[in-house]
């Protein structure tokens, strides 16, 4: 079935440095994309998505592309905030399945340091 | 944007009693809830899926005698964990899906069962 593989965490880094959650799948089909973020004791929020291959989903200075050939959507951000100390969780919809469901990654946890 | 109210935050119950979490639209019609359990530092998990007026389609391993999820508006969907155990303790989050809206995400409801 489809799933959702993120790299383990935490990461944890000081503020104004780069960052990469990788994120891999495997699906059948033409899933969509998606980062959600999770902040302490909230619910979920959409950060970012892509619909199809080579489409890039872009926000508050984070981005991830839909790559097919390598079957990835790694989250960037050039410069994080203390701010964005956060669970991070990638998922996707579709592939082979139709119900509408998401199937999610593991999350990882990124701590930003000041 | 759409907006998914979810109560309560946090309930604690004593084992055996039953507990009902519910989650409102309140800014559009909800065809499709989703159902999620977290457990700590874990990924979502789904449990079920409802379609207004339609029994609910729980995920394998999950117990639907357990787990009652009532859909019976477009609007209001609701979790009742009966006769729950510590076990049974963990972060329960809906999702829900409109015609126009995409996937919104309630805030979460925090279990503790003692």
């Known amino acids: 079935g489809d799933s959702v593989t993120q790299m383990e965490g935490p990461v944890t880094l000081s503020e104004e440095a780069f960052l990469t959650i990788n994120c891999t799948y495997t699906?059948?089909?033409?899933?969509?994309l998606f980062w959600y973020v999770q902040y302490p004791g909230e619910g979920l929020q959409l950060l970012l998505k892509?619909?199809?291959?080579?489409d890039k989903g872009s926000n508050k200075g984070f981005e991830a592309t839909y790559r097919k050939e390598t079957t990835s959507f790694h989250l960037e951000k050039g410069s994080v905030q203390v701010s964005d100390s956060a669970v991070y969780f990638c998922?996707?919809?579709?592939?082979?399945?139709?119900?509408?469901?998401?199937?999610f990654g593991q999350g990882t946890t990124l701590q930003v340091k000041p | 944007g759409a907006v998914v109210s979810q109560h309560p935050s946090r309930v604690i119950c004593k084992s055996g009693t039953s507990v009902k979490i519910e989650c409102r639209s309140l800014?559009?019609?909800?065809?499709?809830m989703f159902w999620y359990r977290q457990f700590p530092k874990q990924s979502l998990m789904l449990m079920a899926t409802?379609?207004?007026?339609?029994?609910?389609?729980?995920e394998q391993g999950v117990e639907k005698d357990k787990f009652l999820i009532n859909h019976a508006s477009l609007t209001l969907s609701t979790l009742t964990v009966t006769s729950a155990h510590p076990e049974d303790s963990s972060f329960y989050i809906c999702?829900?899906?409109?015609?126009?809206?995409?996937?919104?995400f309630g805030s979460g409801t925090r279990l503790t069962v003692v």
């Open positions: 999702s829900a899906k409109g015609e126009e809206a995409g996937y919104t």
């Open positions: 699906a059948t089909g033409y899933p969509s």
């Open positions: 892509a619909t199809k291959a080579d």
């Open positions: 998922a996707l919809r579709g592939g082979s399945s139709n119900t509408g469901k998401l199937i």
């Open positions: 800014d559009f019609q909800a065809t499709t």
């Open positions: 409802s379609n207004e007026g339609s029994k609910a389609t729980y």
